[in-house]
């Protein structure tokens, strides 16, 4: 049971990534997912997350106002995986990236490096 994030990478400030979060052993649809980050010196801070897609939950989406309009949060529920996709990056976006899933248990995956140069 594990989740993995991938698509981190280098960008130029106002380019775009997506980051992919995939797990294997469990179902994601059945889990809230959230996505958050850490830059050096700082402390983890949300950026996004998706609402259960399952029974009486309707993936409702939540950002960041400090992402608000450049982030959008998705499932894709053949790959069981959860993405972020995110544009006009700025060098504050810089970060390490984890996804979260929480449900019965809960999952951390070991995160994906973002650098936005200026």
């Known amino acids: 049971v594990q989740l993995v994030e991938s698509g981190g990478g280098l960008v130029q400030t106002g380019g775009s990534l997506r980051l992919s979060c995939a797990a294997s052993g469990f179902t994601l649809d059945y889990y809230a997912i959230a996505w958050f980050r850490q830059a050096p010196g700082n402390e983890r801070e949300g950026v996004s997350c998706?609402?259960?897609?399952?029974?009486?939950?309707?993936?409702?989406?939540y950002y960041t106002n400090a992402v608000k309009g450049r982030v959008t949060i998705y499932r894709d529920k053949a790959k069981n995986t959860v993405y972020l996709q995110m544009s006009s990056l700025k060098p504050e976006d810089t970060a390490v990236y984890y996804c979260y899933a929480k449900r019965w248990s809960d999952y951390w995956g070991q995160g994906t490096q973002v650098t936005v140069s200026s």
């Open positions: 998706i609402s259960s897609s399952v029974g009486s939950s309707d993936g409702t989406t």
